[in-house]
């Protein structure tokens, strides 16, 4: 079975399940409201040269984080 990690750690291309976001107040609810729920299916699309944002993939939408927002949600990658 595939390992949990951090939203930051996810390679290029790999698709994803979000687990958990484990941000609280106004962080916490930013990141919801752009969709990032438990059980979203996302696709990292990019990274900056830097490796800060990530774009990701999800519905029908392409979305940019922040590292320091992309560390408040846990992943498992998803098998193909």
């Not at 390992?3 to 790999?14: G, I």
């Not at 409201?33 to 299916?41: A, F, H, R």
């Not at 040269?49 to 993939?57: G, I, M, N, Q, S």
């Amino acid at each position: 079975m595939a390992q949990d990690m951090c939203l930051r750690k996810a390679k290029v291309n790999q698709k994803l399940k979000i687990r958990t976001v484990s941000a609280d107040g106004e962080l916490g609810r930013r990141i919801r409201d752009m969709g990032l729920i438990p059980g979203t299916e996302v696709t990292v699309i990019g990274k900056a040269p830097l490796r800060d944002p990530v774009a990701l993939r999800l519905r029908d939408f392409t979305l940019t984080l922040r590292n320091s927002e992309a560390d408040h949600i846990t992943v498992t990658p998803l098998e193909d």
